[in-house]
Antibody
Framework: QLQLQESGPGLVKPSETLSLSCTVSGGSISSSSFYWGWIRQPPGKGLEWIGTIYYSGSTYYNPSLKSRVTISVDTSMNQFSLKLSSVTAADTAVYYC??????????????WGQGALVTVSS | SSELTQDPAVSVALGQTVRITCQGDSLRNYYASWYQQKPGQAPVLVIYAKNNRPSGIPDRFSGSSSGNTASLTITGAQAEDEADYYCNSRDNSGDLSVVFGGGTKLTVL
């Protein structure tokens, strides 16, 4: 059974960089069939897609966050990571890592981590 | 980037049928997928690529689409179906960007 687990600091100061990792177990992050990505949810609000990465390192980002986001992959550790720079209180959210699957007509997240709450505050 | 619009709230009587809709230009080119989220939990995929159910999802959940509108139908809603539902699709940008709808809170009466 595939499992994803987010890890990282739960508190980040304004203007600093948020860093999270997602460890994948029960499957290989190097599978050619899937991408790996991040989705966030501010408290009481809806889901916002952040971006996705292929095991080869190809990335796709939400245009509204692109200037501040970096997603990377470490196939040796079966992990991928998120960095979000220059954070403000508006970046306070539960951050989910998720496996993505794409075909010509669709793109969706079929396995999700439990989520990690990151609060931006001094 | 594309936007997907959902009604903020919908209600249904126990055992009845309810349809939750999602509208957006990207749905003319791409299929919607749907997620169920209960309080304090991660979202769960219930329908992918228009009308496919992952293993373990009851067959009372189904999806459809027409033009720029996708729908999630729950036939014979159960109390445990009370949750937030989100649609998503690929973005019209042509790359692998994805967009989510704002979510619909389903209340089972």
């Amino acid at each position: 059974q595939l499992q994803l687990q987010e890890s990282g600091p739960g508190l980040v100061k304004p203007s600093e960089t948020l860093s999270l990792s997602c460890t994948v177990s029960g499957g290989s992050i190097s599978s050619s069939s899937f991408y790996w990505g991040w989705i966030r949810q501010p408290p009481g609000k809806g889901l916002e897609w952040i971006g996705t990465i292929y095991y080869s390192g190809s990335t796709y980002y939400n245009p509204s966050l692109k200037s501040r986001v970096t997603i990377s992959v470490d196939t040796s550790m079966n992990q991928f990571s998120l960095k979000l720079s220059s954070v403000t209180a508006a970046d306070t959210a539960v951050y989910y890592c998720a496996r993505h699957k794409y075909d010509f007509w669709s793109g969706y997240a079929d396995y999700w981590g439990q989520g990690a709450l990151v609060t931006v505050s001094s | 980037s594309s936007e997907l619009t959902q009604d903020p709230a919908v209600s249904v009587a126990l055992g009845q049928t309810v349809r939750i809709t999602c509208q957006g230009d990207s749905l003319r080119n791409y299929y919607a997928s749907w997620y169920q989220q209960k309080p304090g939990q991660a979202p769960v995929l219930v329908i992918y690529a228009k009308n496919n159910r992952p293993s373990g999802i009851p067959d009372r959940f189904s999806g459809s689409s027409s033009g720029n509108t996708a729908s999630l139908t729950i036939t014979g809603a159960q109390a445990e179906d009370e949750a937030d539902y989100y649609c998503n699709s690929r973005d019209n940008s042509g790359d692998l960007s994805v967009v989510f709808g704002g979510g619909t809170k389903l209340t089972v009466l």
